[in-house]
């Protein structure tokens, strides 16, 4: 296992268009995050997986995002009617479950929304 | 992230030279994390602190998180090249798993 798998590693869209994402996490992984760096920043929480199970929202996520992971294993981040605030780096993570675990993070997928 | 917040903003050291950076919170610490970033890439993990006063060394780079787990520093000693990217500090500020992050710091090693 090479670590953290995101697709595709940059997407340029028109605004109002639909976007997907996926994440592979390593294979052991109970746990799955993602998160959006804009220029400049660091990371910002989106949501979190625990199996297949979502647990946590941000208030970030606007209604037009929607994240699933169906078997517990790769997860999918889609964002509809896209907007140019929308442009970012969307990262995905992973880790074992327990109480304090590091995460291991993909490369990432730039949006550029045009 | 307001409830973190890293300095500097952006180093520039020569080779060779040594170099902290400080992450202080506004909240008690459940865990802190230190990762490193290159321009347009993911995160990698450097190191993750637990308790106060507790310190983690990983070639020449050193983690401390201060007794009452409200601030934590890296300290590079004898600076590479290598070393430039972006340090992020994370954080665990309660019980849920998800980390805050601090905008980070920009590091230059000049050859």
């Known amino acids: 296992d090479t670590g953290v798998s995101q697709d595709p590693r940059h997407k340029i869209t028109k605004r109002g268009q639909n976007v997907t994402f996926r994440c592979d996490p390593i294979?052991?992984?109970?746990?799955l995050y993602w998160y959006r760096q804009t220029l400049g920043q660091g990371p910002e929480f989106l949501t979190y997986?625990?199996?297949?199970?979502?647990?946590?929202k941000s208030r970030l996520l606007s209604d037009r995002f929607s994240a699933e992971r169906p078997k517990g294993s790769f997860s999918t981040l889609e964002i509809q009617r896209t907007e140019q605030g929308d442009s970012a780096m969307y990262l995905c993570?992973?880790?074992?479950?327990?109480?304090?675990?590091?995460?291991?993070f993909g490369q990432g997928t730039r949006l550029t929304v045009v | 992230s307001q409830e973190l917040e890293q300095s500097p903003q952006s180093l520039i050291v020569q080779e060779g030279k040594n170099l902290t950076i400080n992450c202080t919170s506004s909240?008690?610490?459940?865990?802190l994390y230190w990762y490193k970033q290159k321009y347009g890439e993911g995160l990698i993990f450097l190191m993750m602190?637990?308790?106060?006063?507790e310190e983690k060394s990983h070639e020449k780079i050193t983690a401390k998180l201060d007794e009452k787990k409200q601030q934590s520093s890296l300290h590079i000693t004898a600076s590479q090249p290598s070393h430039a990217g972006i340090y992020l500090c994370?954080?665990?500020?309660?019980?849920?798993?998800?980390?805050?992050f601090g905008s980070g710091t920009r590091l230059l090693v000049r050859p």
């Open positions: 993570a992973s880790s074992l479950m327990a109480l304090n675990t590091e995460a291991f």
């Open positions: 294979s052991e992984h109970n746990r």
């Open positions: 997986f625990q199996n297949e199970a979502q647990l946590e």
């Open positions: 994370g954080a665990r500020m309660d019980s849920s798993y998800k980390l805050i």
């Open positions: 602190l637990q308790k106060g006063g």
């Open positions: 909240k008690t610490l459940y865990g």
